[in-house]
């Protein structure tokens, strides 16, 4: 073997398993939409999409949550998800998050991640980060502990245990108390907070777990109107670095936020496009408001 | 928005006991090793300061059943999952000390004969296999961690990996305590029947019965009450504790946390269970017998009660309770024998009702009161 067959060699190894640069644009970039390797626990987002559910049903002892949802986020985008009591937001939540197995149907995070095949924590640790509809912190431990315990690390029982936070991790727990206005909470059981509070610190967790992708269920429910002012802002200030879904029944809180808007009714999409749009819509009107 | 202020005083890790703590766990230290032995073995016995031979026997018994309190407490007052089976892993350690301490007879049983007496009045020729390694000491030390522990895992593994929680879990574990006690029962387990062990004779060859020894035993208790509740400490103030309190308070939130608790709850399950084997292995060679009745179903809620009366999670307490309980019926039962039981049920119910942080808990809640 000669030399240079050698070496050409191995460049065209170096070459196939060098990392792809994944451009992140809304078209998916179409130069760059064939030969690619896929690479387990990335996220592939070349293809314009971060979330992507197809036809997806559920049912609970014969109860039809979900039929035949499809619906498809891209990365960075901020989208609002409305519905009537029972459309199916919340299951539809769960089944992202692995908590409620479909009966069938598609789930994708990114374009080759099959999130039907994780668990709950695995999901978790794929970057998507879930608010409850009901706050959920660890009310026994401080403020600080609670957002120690969110931070993308290692998260399994050995690492735990000889866990100390560096430099860097206090500087970011400190960024994201600032962001979510609990620093002079620092030190209460989370327990003592109230509900707005919560609602905060719950979203703060989610912040500490960088996720590619937040689920927000009703995140604004319970907080004052400077509290949900403050959210907004927030939200708006994610949209571009994270992708969001948030659900909600406060339609001024909507409206400061939403640019696009899907509604769901009876476990499938009735329609999607601006506020406005949805609002104009005589279904959606049907829908909320009955003939 | 506010960006970052990074000049808040965020928290610091506190030191694994505070000075006033350190001073307390230097007395008790003290207390085991230097004070307990020379009142009780140089102190003559006339001397209102001697410590009698009952009370050490008392004591380290008590001292015993604190190390179960200990080890409930990481399991159900850390991680909120009630075991109501910790007796099987406290006596898994008691039989297989039992074995070894069977085998330490030698020739000087009734029989006179190599095989332990029970053996030789069912006619058995030989031991059976389970007992291949109980005349070596230090295959006996191991195993009194192994069994217990790989007992606890493969149940727990299964329990947990089944999300079997609450109630449900606490059943099981009863069931399983109880299941255990049906096999310890039968001739045929080849563990002594309902008769299990006693007449120990000897240990490492030395003899059993002398006051040295007794106090040797105490000593090694204590160290190892001691011992474990350092490392408990050492747990619960790590993240791996405050994980654990976090599966306690939201479960679901850990998971979406990306936490899987699967190798939590089986890691804490596991230790607390070893504690407890070694707590029984310590309390065999004291009291001189090992039965089934350690496996009572009654037992094992009895460390639950220690746990709760002490008060859960704050590790102090359940040893404060197993020793307030342990001390109540060891006269309550001589000066009272028939309100034991009576005595036993309300004082769970009075704690649960009016003490639910348990005495430490009313001590602190006292303390803070005094202080405002």
């Given at each position: ?156 029982v ?134 | ?152 895992f493969?149940?727990g593994y299964?329990?947990f ?101 699967l190798p939590y709850k089986l890691a804490i399950w596991t ?102």
């Amino acid at each position: 073997m000669t030399p240079d067959l050698m070496e050409a060699g191995a460049q065209r190894y170096e070459k196939a398993h060098a990392p792809v640069q994944t451009g992140q644009t809304e078209s998916g970039g179409r130069s760059a939409g064939y030969g690619r390797l896929a690479q387990a626990g990335q996220v592939d987002t070349t293809h314009g999409r971060i979330l992507y559910l197809e036809d997806v049903h559920v049912s609970f002892d014969g109860f039809k949550a979900i039929q035949g949802l499809s619906l498809d986020i891209a990365p960075g985008e901020l989208r609002c998800v409305i519905g009537p009591n029972g459309a199916g937001k919340t299951t539809m939540m769960d089944i992202i998050t692995g908590k409620t197995r479909p009966d069938r149907g598609t789930v994708f995070f990114g374009s080759t991640i099959d999130l039907l095949r994780h668990r709950e924590a695995e999901i978790a640790a794929l970057g998507i980060g879930r608010k409850f509809q009901k706050p959920t912190v660890f009310e026994q431990l401080s403020v600080f502990e609670n957002l120690e315990l969110a931070l993308a690390t290692d998260k399994r029982v050995g690492p735990s245990m000889r866990f100390a936070l560096n430099g860097e991790q206090r500087d970011r727990i400190a960024e994201v108390l600032a962001t979510i206005h609990l620093t002079e909470h620092v030190r209460r059981p989370a327990g003592l907070l109230s509900h707005g509070q919560k609602q905060w610190l719950e979203i703060g967790m989610l912040l500490m777990q960088e996720p590619k992708l937040l689920l927000l269920d009703e995140p604004v429910a319970g907080m004052t109107d400077e509290e949900t002012a403050r959210t907004a802002e927030l939200f708006l200030s994610l949209k571009g670095r994270h992708s969001l879904m948030v659900v909600e029944h406060d339609m001024a809180f909507i409206r400061a936020i939403a640019e696009k808007v899907t509604v769901l009714c009876e476990g499938s999409v009735l329609a999607e496009g601006t506020l406005d749009e949805v609002q104009a819509d005589e279904r959606v009107i049907e829908v909320y408001l009955g003939r | 928005m506010t960006t970052s202020s990074v000049s808040v005083a965020l928290p610091t890790p506190g030191p694994l006991l505070t000075r006033t703590g350190w001073s307390a766990f230097m007395v008790a230290l003290l207390v085991v090793c230097a004070l307990a032995p020379v009142l009780n073995l140089l102190v003559p016995e006339g001397s209102a300061f001697h410590l009698s031979d009952h009370l050490v026997g008392l004591l380290g018994k008590i001292m015993c059943f604190a190390i179960c309190a200990l080890a409930m407490d990481l399991i159900w007052g850390y991680t909120g999952i009630l075991s109501l089976g910790h007796g099987l892993f406290f006596a898994l350690g008691g039989y297989v000390m039992g074995m070894y301490l069977m085998r330490q007879i030698g020739t000087d049983g009734h029989y006179k004969s190599e095989l332990p007496d029970f053996m030789v009045f069912l006619d058995w020729k030989e031991l059976p296999w389970h007992w291949a390694l109980s005349d070596s000491f230090v295959a006996t030390l191991l195993l009194i961690v192994l069994v217990p522990g790989l007992v606890a895992f493969v149940f727990g593994y299964f329990a947990f990996r089944s999300r079997i929680k609450g109630v449900y879990f606490s059943i099981i574990t009863q069931a399983l305590v109880y299941a255990a006690l049906l096999l310890f029962f039968r001739n045929e387990t080849g563990l002594g029947g309902n008769n299990g062990f006693t007449d120990f004779k000897r240990i490492l060859g030395m003899p059993l019965a002398t006051p040295g020894m007794r106090m040797a035993l105490f000593v090694i208790t204590g160290l190892t009450l001691l011992g474990f509740y350092l490392w408990a400490r050492w747990l619960v103030g790590s993240k791996f504790g405050r994980v654990l309190q976090a599966i306690r308070d939201a479960e679901s939130r850990v998971m979406f946390c990306g936490y899987n608790p699967l190798p939590y709850k089986l890691a804490i399950w596991t230790i607390s269970a070893v504690m407890c084997g070694v707590a029984g292995a310590l309390y065999v060679p004291q009291v001189g017998i090992i039965n089934p009745s350690e496996l009572s179903p009654a037992n094992s809620i009895e460390i639950a009660v220690w746990a709760a009366v002490g008060g859960r999670a704050t590790l102090l307490g359940p040893i404060v309770g197993a020793f307030l309980v342990n001390g109540a019926k060891s006269w309550l039962t001589v000066a009272f024998p028939e309100f034991w039981l009576y005595f036993l049920g309300a004082l769970f119910i009075a704690v649960t009702l009016w003490m639910p942080q348990g005495v430490v808990g009313l001590v602190k809640k006292l303390k803070s009161k005094g202080q405002a």
